[in-house]
């Protein structure tokens, strides 16, 4: 559970419906949360008003909320999965920045959902703010955790603290989706991820 984020009963199935969620977090990601209407997401989910609210009795902040929390299940818990399975978990720290090179133009211009969420939310909704936080501490917390078991293992020779390098690394991926914006050229992005990832030898 996410402080502000709880699991209600009684809903209607839509309300835990990956299908709708997923199109609902694509919206948002395109127009942001203040410049999406509730008419668009009504469009956008295929539902109807009164299903809608019968859903999400919060309206579309708590629509927003919902869809924030299963991004972050989702996109997480894949990441964590895959360190946890490998061997070599250093490897996908990087593979986690790699990844952006494999991006389309419209994936650059949206940038990253959380980091998004971060910048608009900072003045309008404190309180999503804080959960869109949340997910990129806990991210950097495990990069620190995967930093300092590989100092310890010798797979990684860099001996700095691992709680700063996690978060020079957080302080990159946040750099890198606005960067990827303003220069949404794969070669270019990644010669310069490949810079910044020489921290991890």
């Not at 839509?14 to 609902?24: E, G, H, M, T, V």
């Not at 019968?54 to 990441?79: D, I």
């Not at 978990?89 to 991006?103: G, H």
Request: glycine share 6%; aromatic share 8%; proline share 3%.
């Amino acid at each position: 559970m996410y402080p502000g984020i709880t699991e209600m009963t009684g809903r209607p199935k839509i309300y835990n419906d990956d299908d709708i969620l997923r199109k609902a977090q694509q919206l948002f990601w395109e127009k942001g949360y203040t410049a999406t209407s509730t008419e668009e997401v009504l469009t956008a989910m295929g539902i109807g008003r009164g299903s809608f609210y019968l859903a999400f009795e919060g309206g579309k902040k708590e629509l927003f909320e919902k869809v924030l929390r299963r991004y972050h299940k989702e996109s997480y818990e894949k990441f964590e999965a895959a360190v946890r399975s490998s061997d070599r978990p250093v490897e996908q720290i990087r593979e986690f920045f790699r990844r952006i090179v494999r991006a389309d133009l419209k994936t650059h211009q949206q940038g990253c959902f959380v980091g998004n969420t971060v910048m608009e939310m900072a003045l309008m909704e404190p309180a999503l703010e804080k959960e869109a936080i949340l997910i990129l501490k806990r991210t950097e917390a495990l990069f620190a955790e995967i930093i300092k078991k590989a100092q310890i293992s010798g797979q990684l020779q860099n001996k700095k603290n691992p709680k700063i390098l996690a978060r020079h690394l957080i302080t990159l991926w946040n750099g890198l989706n606005i960067t990827r914006r303003m220069h949404p050229d794969n070669k270019a992005l990644e010669e310069l991820i490949e810079m910044q990832l020489e921290i991890l030898k």
